[in-house]
């Protein structure tokens, strides 16, 4: 392979594999991945959250160097997906009243953002937040500059994660030397690549069902209405199947050939056996109660975290995607916990890719997310060509590209989906500061000049300037008599 000078590199941080992917985009909108990488991620990191720092790093670390070997270009920075089970929403109301005939403009929806933004949760990193709306006096507006009000409300869906595992998460990245282009939270990028603009419009719930988490965004109206992450993914069947006293790798094998996600009792054979290998074998009743036990905790639970506003708006229906919508009638098993007839199993990405990768080809919904995100990028992320000398001389720190060029972004210029890191939280942090100041020296010279400009003025208006001035047109007129 000759090597790329222009691609996009994306790595999603799954709780079962950590996958890097490298595509170049099309000008027809098309996607040619050029290269996949996957690693096992179960040991560092679960329920889709980074525990080992220095485990992930490594992990990251290998990837990066694989990608660089099928590319035969360095990697410059990488888009990362940002999920895993503390990722939750809640809503927010920031009012203002505005005096009488007041006309709004785009500087106070500015900052009515910025004062959401500066909200305080214990323990938890606003990681983005979504505008559900805005109340100008009584009325609803989705844009509401250059219309009179006296008050104006504006409501927000705030993105949250517990701040330890947003900074383990720059961290990693941090330890392992990579620059990162860009956060985007990945059920965002998962549900732009999956979902249609009908669905999102008329109301949807898109159901990632992951490993060890299952992720759940409600939208309506074109708008993210709702998302939460449950701890609970397709890994707990196969746990729960090793109860039977069997392997989990032999677990895991007997849920991927014989489970479904729900079978007619009548369909039960009470004789029949599943074959665990050539002395073991389980009762078919039990193994579907089992799997079937487990779907629907996880299907009941999904079901709870729709706002129960949203139950009858859903026309877009549910749509499931992820690893664990493989399964056997699992839109039956939807059907008949949460009574919605309309059920789509998002197999693959809108976008059209090109790809020679069987882990693509297959359209299982396993790499969606990661697809999502690779499409998301508008940033090139190669570098130089890999110099691959015998002396093996040691790789030069390479700059960062975006944190070092870009001018760091301010709350309203960021775009949806959108998470900034570390370091661009503290860039834009020193530049608020930096305007702060100059705007405090600005404030300290005009408050000088006013002051130089009082005293002059009163020294002019004294009883004694007021003499002397008389004394001297005095004088003068005396001189211009004579």
């Known amino acids: 392979m000759v090597a790329a000078k222009e691609f ?80 939750r929403s809640v809503r927010n109301v920031i009012a203002k009243d505005l005096p009488a005939e007041t006309i709004v403009t ?9 004062s959401n933004r500066n909200m305080k949760y214990p323990d938890q990193e606003i990681l983005d937040a979504a505008v559900q709306e805005y109340k100008v006096d009584s009325q609803y507006q989705l844009d509401p500059v250059g219309i009179q009000a006296t008050h104006l409300e504006g409501n927000f869906l705030n993105i949250l994660e517990r701040k330890a595992f947003y900074r383990n998460l720059n961290k990693c990245f941090e330890t392992a030397g990579i620059n990162v282009a860009e956060m985007y939270l990945a059920p965002l990028a998962l549900a732009d690549s999956v979902l249609t603009e009908a669905e999102k419009r008329s109301g ?16 309506s109206k074109n708008i993210l209405r709702h998302l939460a992450v449950i701890p609970l993914g397709s890994n707990n069947i196969t746990k729960d199947l090793a109860t039977l006293q069997i392997e989990e790798s032999d677990a895991e094998k007997m849920k991927l050939k014989y489970a479904s996600a729900f079978t007619e009792n009548n369909d039960i054979d009470n004789n029949l056996k599943y074959s665990i290998d050539s002395e073991r074998q389980i009762e078919s009743r039990k193994f579907i109660e089992i799997v079937e036990g487990r779907l629907e905790e996880i299907i009941e639970n999904v079901w709870y975290q729709i706002p129960s506003e949203y139950y009858d708006k859903l026309l877009g229906g549910i749509i499931l995607t992820g690893g664990g919508s493989n399964m056997k009638d699992i839109e039956k098993a939807f059907m008949n916990h949460t009574h919605v007839d ?57 700059p960062h ?49 006013e002051r130089q400009r009082i005293k002059k003025e009163k020294r002019e208006n004294s009883f004694w300037n007021k003499l002397m001035k008389k004394a001297k047109q005095f004088g003068e007129d005396i001189v211009s008599e004579e």
């Open 204 to 219: 949807c719930a898109l159901v990632d069902l992951g490993a060890d988490t299952t992720t759940v965004s409600v939208y």
């Open 342 to 398: 309309k059920i789509r199993i998002a197999k693959f990405v809108t976008h059209t890719i090109i790809s020679n990768n069987e882990d693509i080809k297959s359209h299982n919904g396993k790499m969606n997310t990661v697809l999502g995100l690779l499409a998301k990028g508008d940033i090139n992320c190669a570098g130089d060509e890999v110099n691959n000398d015998l002396f093996g001389s040691q790789k030069k720190e390479i």
């Open 401 to 449: 590209p975006t944190t070092d060029q870009r001018q760091a972004r301010q709350v309203s210029e960021i775009p949806a989906g959108v998470i900034r890191t570390e370091a661009e939280k503290q860039k834009a942090e020193e530049e608020k500061r930096r305007q702060e100041e100059e705007a405090e020296r600005l404030r300290l010279e005009e408050e000088e000049k």
């Open 8 to 87: 996009i590199v994306a790595i999603e941080l799954g709780s079962s594999k950590m996958t890097g992917i490298a595509g170049q985009k099309n000008l027809d909108g098309s996607i040619n991945v050029l290269a996949v990488v996957k690693e096992d991620s179960s040991s560092f990191i679960r329920k889709g959250v980074v525990y080992n720092i220095d485990k992930t790093a490594q992990c990251l670390t290998n990837i990066i160097k694989k990608l660089e070997n099928q590319l035969k270009t360095e990697i410059m920075q990488v888009y990362v997906g940002v999920g895993g089970q503390s990722i």
């Open 106 to 114: 785009q500087d106070m929806i500015i900052e009515l953002m910025d």
